[in-house]
């Protein structure tokens, strides 16, 4: 089992930038795929970021590439996500989630969720 808990999410202007964290407890973060997700309100949830265990690359949606940097540190057990340029259409719930095996594009294949941090970008 492994634990997955977000934080950093926040109210900012567009443009502005924000740097979201997920802490993992329990089993090491080595054997799986990690990635962000997010949901607007009314809305379903996205893939927006992933770290791909099986080739080390990372892979990001169309609509964030060249503005969001995912990444990890390995001795605070901490994936980040770097967020740049902020829109007011990045306004979401961002989760992280780890999966075994899977797409990394697809969330119904991932295994372990955070509880979400929203974040909300004005105008």
């Known amino acids: 089992q492994v634990r997955l808990v977000e934080s950093g999410g926040g109210l900012v202007q567009g443009g502005g930038s924000l740097r979201l964290s997920c802490v993992a407890s329990g089993r090491t973060w080595s054997p799986y795929d990690m990635g962000w997700f997010r949901q607007a309100s009314g809305k379903e949830r996205e893939f927006v970021a992933a770290?791909?265990?099986?080739?080390?690359?990372?892979a990001y949606a169309d609509s964030v590439t060249g503005r969001f940097t995912i990444s990890n540190d390995n001795a605070k057990n901490t994936m980040y996500l770097q967020m740049n340029s902020l829109k007011p259409e990045d306004t979401a719930v961002y989760y992280c989630?780890?999966?075994?095996?899977?797409?990394?594009?697809?969330?119904?294949?991932?295994?372990?969720w955070g509880q979400g941090t929203q974040v909300t970008v004005s105008s």
């Open positions: 989630a780890a999966q075994i095996s899977g797409p990394y594009y697809s969330w119904s294949t991932y295994d372990y």
């Open positions: 770290l791909r265990r099986t080739d080390s690359r990372t």
